[in-house]
């Protein structure tokens, strides 16, 4: 279970900022794929007519976690980059902070 908080201090690439700013954290979702890409327009076109499946559809999948993307966003120049995290089964965006020594309650 990693649990990562809304706001994180750090760096900024940008040309403006270009020292620690405080940034916005969201979770990066991959996007709706493109039917005019090139890969997708040559696929299309080789899958077309007679002949039946041309590549290799990939079926022995091992892994059951993902890499975590986080989307970090400056709060100052809204300047946007990711930061790639471990594998983790579960992911947390500002969940409520574990205590130290804190009782179990019920």
């Known amino acids: 279970m990693v649990n990562i908080p809304k706001t994180r201090n750090t760096f900024c690439k940008s040309k403006k900022c270009g020292k620690h700013t405080l940034h916005k954290v969201s979770q990066y979702k991959v996007g709706k794929a493109s039917l005019f890409a090139q890969g997708k327009r040559r696929y299309d076109a080789k899958q077309k007519g007679y002949g039946g499946q041309t590549k290799?559809?990939?079926?022995?999948?091992?892994?059951?976690?993902?890499?975590?993307?986080?989307?970090?966003?400056?709060?100052?120049?809204?300047?946007?980059?990711?930061?790639?995290i471990k594998r983790c089964k579960s992911f947390e965006l500002g969940g409520d902070k574990k205590t130290k020594g804190a009782a179990l309650q019920f």
């Open 56 to 84: 290799p559809i990939f079926h022995k999948k091992a892994k059951t976690t993902k890499k975590i993307v986080l989307r970090l966003e400056c709060v100052d120049c809204k300047f946007k980059h990711h930061l790639c």
